[in-house]
């Protein structure tokens, strides 16, 4: 039985060994691929026809596909005037709008002239502009201590974007669907908030958080339509809506040359001296979830207290008036 198990082992080496020795002696030795290469070839030349066939029939699906309808365009009316933090607030709010398609911002300064900073901003912004100015009268402007609601803002500077877009629709170049919505420089907007309103066939709305002493104001809908408003103040306005919860087809601005805001309206009644006489409750369009979602929060950047640098000032040690903030 030794000698039997011995002599498979042996026998097992011997083989073993052998195969061994006919593998080393087949390296570097030339292969005959002809059939090889043949395969291969006819596999790529296969591949080659299938992708053929596939980009073939992708030309003539897009070639049935309806076209799209051009996207509307979203012109945006932001006033702004110069103070400490109009920068930092111009930086934010264009940072939003640079993820939104088909934009178009119409910043107005409240200012006799075009400054140099907000030329300067605009021009490294990355998005389409239009760059305008003009001052509000002295007698409507908010003094020193003023509280902010005294005295409408920013009347004359939106009057200016609604020129500026009835203008530049009797030299043709806006025959495109569009949207004009007013944005304030300090407010807070989600980018859904701007697709919501993409659509808006006559006047569109919804709710505006952190306003008039609430959490939130909103239009109430009912039926699918809107029936009142909740809000705190004076609900029976014509539109007891903040300036930031509407946005308007430009088929209509275009449609009511003499809409405009009226820099003389009450308190309150800055949104419906432009709305009246252009819509009514019943043709306004609730967004926003039926007006159930806020998506712009009417926010204020606390007015920096520059008590130190004041101190410094009059001691020559300032900051460096040549670096822009």
Not at 77 to 94: G, N
Request: charged residues 25%; contains cysteine.
């Amino acid at each position: 039985m030794r000698l039997k198990l011995k002599t498979v082992f042996v026998l097992y080496f011997m083989v073993s060994l052998l195969g061994l020795i006919y593998a080393l002696m087949q390296l570097g030795q030339r292969c005959d691929c002809t059939d090889h290469d043949m395969s291969r070839d006819r596999v790529i030349s296969r591949l080659r026809g299938e992708l053929h066939s596939i980009r073939e029939q992708m030309k003539k699906a897009e070639a049935t596909k309806p076209p799209k309808a051009p996207l509307s365009t979203i012109y945006v009316i932001t006033p702004t005037y110069a103070r400490l933090v109009q920068k930092a607030e111009l930086t934010r709010i264009s940072q939003t709008f640079l993820h939104v398609p088909q934009l178009h911002w119409i910043l107005v300064e409240d200012s006799a002239n075009r400054t140099s900073l907000v030329s300067e901003f605009l021009a490294h912004s990355g998005l389409t502009y239009t760059h305008l100015h003009v001052p509000t009268p002295r007698d409507r402007k908010l003094q020193e201590g003023d509280p902010s609601w005294l005295k409408p803002r920013g009347a004359e500077q939106r009057n200016e974007g609604l020129r500026w877009l009835r203008e530049e629709s009797t030299r043709g170049r806006q025959r495109e669907p569009g949207v004009v919505y007013f944005a304030d420089d300090d407010n807070t907007y989600s980018l859904q908030l701007f697709e919501e309103m993409r659509g808006t066939r006559t006047v569109s709305v919804w709710p505006v958080g952190l306003v008039g002493g609430m959490r939130f104001e909103r239009p109430v809908v009912e039926g699918g339509r809107v029936a009142r408003f909740h809000t705190g103040w004076r609900p029976g306005r014509p539109f007891p809506i903040d300036m930031a919860g509407f946005a308007v087809s430009l088929r209509l601005v275009l449609a009511n040359p003499e809409s405009r805001f009226d820099g003389n309206a009450p308190m309150g009644f800055l949104e419906s001296s432009f709305l009246q006489g252009m819509v009514t409750m019943e043709e306004l369009e609730p967004k926003a979830d039926m007006c159930a979602k806020v998506l712009v929060w009417h926010t204020r950047t606390e007015k920096p207290k520059m008590k130190r640098e004041d101190a410094l000032q009059k001691q020559g040690l300032g900051s460096d008036p040549g670096v822009e903030v």
